[in-house]
Nanobody, 112 residues
Framework: VQLVESGGGSVQPGGSLRLSCAAS????????MRWYRRAPGKDPELVAS???????FYADSVKGRFTISRDNAKNSVYLQMNSLKAEDTAVYYC???????WGQGTQVTVSA
């Protein structure tokens, strides 16, 4: 299993980023895909999830600002992040569910 996250960076509050996750080594279409984030000194937090049929779930902290999507033809999952806040600063990871597989993550930093 390989998960490669990309698209992170540094933005000012109110800015936007689009994260991508390229997955391989498993039957992508059979798995729920999730985005987690881990801020320094904190436990990993579930940010968003998308079912095999495309049904989304969002944590309350990002609802209305983030959008998760998937492209089964490209074995990829995305996270569009708008109206970013300082508290969104973290390393973001995608993860298939079930399964304990993690990529290297992509750093998102939101600061003025």
């Amino acid at each position: 299993v390989q998960l490669v996250e990309s698209g992170g960076g540094s933005v000012q509050p109110g800015g936007s980023l689009r994260l991508s996750c390229a997955a391989s080594g498993f039957t992508f279409t059979s798995y729920v895909m999730r985005w987690y984030r881990r801020a320094p000194g904190k436990d990993p937090e579930l940010v968003a999830s998308i079912t095999t049929a495309g049904g989304p779930f969002y944590a309350d902290s990002v609802k209305g600002r983030f959008t998760i999507s998937r492209d089964n033809a490209k074995n990829s999952v995305y996270l569009q992040m708008n109206s970013l806040k300082a508290e969104d600063t973290a390393v973001y990871y995608c993860k298939p569910e079930p399964g304990n597989y993690w990529g290297q993550g992509t750093q998102v930093t939101v600061s003025a």
